[in-house]
Nanobody, 123 residues
């Protein structure tokens, strides 16, 4: 499956952005999906994940209550709505897909990765 992330940009602290990840190549609703991010000089970290049907989600503590992951299987797209953004949310955001339908919160659990989209939050 090929993944294309988009929606990144520059936003002021307290603002919002919505990231999208469009998938192609195989049956999208077979896959659990996740978002990860990598800040400058840091390792990539888990942000949020969703199961194949959208009924199960999981978030990193750092984004819980501010970010929402969702998916539209008819559109082969997963979203990450980011509200109340903070400068520490600045990172390249990656979407990922795994060959099982449940969500996962570790990088090794994912089989396919998108190219990343940059989110910059100014103070």
């Amino acid at each position: 499956v090929q993944l294309q992330a988009s929606g990144g940009g520059l936003v002021q602290a307290g603002g919002s952005l919505r990231l999208s990840c469009a998938a192609s190549g195989r049956v999208f609703n077979n896959y659990g999906m996740g978002w990860f991010r990598q800040a400058p000089g840091k390792e990539r970290e888990f942000v949020a994940a969703i199961n194949w049907s959208g009924t199960g989600t999981y978030y990193a503590n750092s984004v819980k209550g501010r970010f929402t992951i969702s998916r539209d299987n008819a559109e082969n797209t997963v979203y990450l709505q980011m509200n109340s953004l903070k400068p520490e949310d600045t990172a390249v955001y990656y979407c990922a897909a795994r060959n099982v339908g449940g969500w996962g919160n570790e990088e090794y659990e994912y089989d396919y990765w998108g190219q990343g989209t940059l989110v910059t939050v100014s103070s």
